[in-house]
């Protein structure tokens, strides 16, 4: 998932939409945040590109409603309600996450995964 | 070279583009002409307005803000000055007389006592020992080695308290205070009780039985001596150690110009806290110049001159007081939306004032040095001068001294401070400067920067009357938040208290081996 700078970036994306769960007065989403513009890329497990400044998820609550709603560990965010995950700052995808006025958070995710599977539905049914 | 300056000052108003206004207003010294009344439409301005007063630099005159309305304004500002006012000098000096006079004779009066108690205190053990071997020799136990040993002790010990009591007692009076010392008087009470009932027990139990144990004679002197020692004790633990801890800021405030100190004082009662006060003053606060507040008064004067406020219902009537209420407030609205420009002329003032007193320091700092390079110290191995080259320290200066009096004159009268520094004091200083191989620079510092009032000479701070005046009794401690004003001829000193808070302290542990650091480069938040 390298990018080329200048040029536009393509990635399979699977949609994800997870509802907030009322915990006290916090609205918690079940799962941890890493990376960001402004953090060392060398030192994400997750990523393939170890330059890629990309946010990923590196946790998630057995449970909680970031699991029910199928986010997987290693992960990476594209986008949050429409705001774009791939060049922020880490606070300001924490931000974006955890708006107190939204139910509902609808995730871009995109994982390695995914491409694989594509690439074997195409294999398997090709030219449908 | 007055030339040089205002010329430089003319050219700089005009190279600057103000509005046309100003052209014309601007002189040499702050002669101002009022031609704003005529701008503003909307004031209430009836009458002409004030010719300013010309504030020559040549000498410190007491100025009047001459009014055309001069009798009708309630208030005339006048500035104190330190030359003309002969009559009140006089008046001061005959009140220093008068009053020195009732102050020596309570200072006679406490010394007096003291002395009494002193020979009081210091005879009774003396007398106590004598008196048995006087009046009934024959009766008397003689006592052998312990005795001896007691009248060793009760000469030592009598020794210590006589110069113990020299040195916290007899010691020069620093200050007449308006009320009496209320920890002393009760000391000199204890001490006359005390030895009175000595000399009660004495004459009951020992005189009139006749008692023939010398050796218990000799330890109630012992005895008395020691309870005067311990007395001793209690007098230097509440007349001197009990107000070194620091339990109060004051805040000194001086009323004409502003300058506040703060410092911090024991627990203290209110006069002896002002004492402290006014010695602390006489080091720290820079000398009080009058020439420097004649500027604040003109304005304040102009601004209120340019009112006049006519009662149009006649003088006699009932609602009087109603009516001066509505004529100050009018007074306060029309004077509000005057427009004002008094903040710019301030504002240039100010600036040209300060241009032109760096110009002039420049000037004696290069003269000055010039002035102390015409003379050198004569080195011993050089070969002897003839006698009229060598001058001492004080025809040195009085040789130099010619070529910066003017430029130093010229510095003074700008920072309005000539009336501090006589001919006199200045050759004097510079005698000292040259003797002590004191740098130009070292020379300049006490005329650049206004000293505390110490530095100057006698007359400036001798013959200072203070008034405590206060709304608690003088004899009570500070508090709180306790206020008076220390007044002096010129000026008065405002002092408030403030209590030191009571600091609650815990304390926390750190195992130094809890100092652990992790790089912080790929941080982690759950959402």
Redesign the interface.
Known sequence: MSFVPGQPVTAIVQRIEIQKLRQGENL??G?????GID??PG??PFSEDKSDKGIYV??I?PGGPAEVAGLKMGDKIMQVNGWDMTMVT?DQA?KK??KRKEDVVRLLITRKSLEETVKQSMGCHPKQ | MDTESTYSGYSHHSGRSRGSHRHGERSRDRHKSRSKDSRSEKSVTINSPPAEPLLGDSSVRGEQVQDDNWGETTTAVTGTSEHSLSQEDIVRITKDLEDSVGLDCRRYVTRTIAVILGLLVFFTPLAFLVLPHILWPEKLKSCGTACEGLFISVAFKLLILLLAVWALFFRPARAGLPRVFVFRILLAVLVFLFVVSYWLFYSVRILDSQDDNYQGIVQYAVSLVDALLFIHYLAVVLLELRQLQPCFSVCVTRSTDGETRHYNLGQLSIQRAALAIIEHYYCDFPIHNPALLSASKSRAAKHLAGLKVYNVDGPGNPAAAGIAQSQSRAMIAAAARRRDTSHNELYYEEAEHERRVRKRRARLVVAVEEAFTHIKRMQEEEPKKAPGDVMDPREAAQAIFPSMARALQKYLRTTKQQHCHSMESIQQHLAFCITNNMTPKAFLESYLTPGPTLQYGKDHWLGRRWTLISEASVTSGLKDGSVFVLKCVDFSLVVTTKKIPYIQMSEEYIDPKSHKFVLR???????
């Open positions: 918690i989403l799962f941890s945040i890493g990376g953090q060392d030192q994400n590196t946790r609550t880490h924490r996450l955890t | 480069l790929q941080s982690e938040t759950s959402v």
